[in-house]
């Protein structure tokens, strides 16, 4: 198969997903600035009370072809955690979209819920402590089922960006910021 049919096949299979709405080809420069965009965010997470890194979009830029696209309040996030907070190496919460799974965690009294945040209270170190080490706000690359029977491509990685990148996204894309519109950019290399 022609590099152009791939492409296409996974434009298509990208705008079947339940709440896709845009698609969008990065070029280098685009890359370049997500690059920069996401390594000053770093810093901003949690109001300043941790620092972000975001595994997924550092793999997802390492890719040969990288596709941003637009969701809305339909699409289905992928399977978690999509976000993990470790302090000293240790994982001291991450999110939790699973209802039952959420009620579980809020009747241990091991656990703190906030929102769809989990703490695990036995790893959260006290406010002595917490000073000297900041928390990390970790992102880590997901995988993308809806592409994974493409012929032709290898390395699938999905990625969501940090608040500037998405804003960045959406201006390539001539789009507006909306409510319950969100971007993710999806990387895969050719076989």
Do not use: H
Not at 141 to 165: F, M, R, Y
């Amino acid at each position: 198969m022609e590099c152009q049919d791939i492409i296409q096949d996974v434009l298509c299979r990208i705008k079947a997903m339940k709440g896709v709405e845009d698609t969008y080809i990065l070029n280098e420069e685009n890359k370049e600035k997500i690059f920069e965009l996401e390594k000053k965010a770093e810093g901003a997470v949690l109001m300043g009370m941790g620092i972000g890194d975001n595994q997924g979009i550092k793999e997802v830029l390492k890719r040969q072809l990288i596709i941003a696209f637009t969701t809305n309040m339909d699409y289905v996030w992928p399977e978690g955690p999509n976000v993990v907070l470790m302090q000293y190496g240790e994982k001291v919460g991450e999110d939790v979209y699973d209802p039952e799974k959420l009620e579980e965690c809020k009747r241990c009294t091991d656990m703190l819920v906030m929102g769809n945040i989990v703490f695990y209270k036995n790893a959260v170190p006290t406010p002595k402590d917490a000073k000297k080490e900041p928390m990390i706000v970790l992102l880590p690359p997901q995988k993308c089922k809806d592409l994974e029977c493409v012929g032709g491509i290898s390395n699938i990685v999905l990625a969501s960006p940090s608040t500037p990148s998405d804003e960045y996204i959406r201006s390539v894309m001539g789009l507006k910021p909306a409510v319950g519109l969100g971007t993710f950019i999806v990387g895969f290399d050719f076989c």
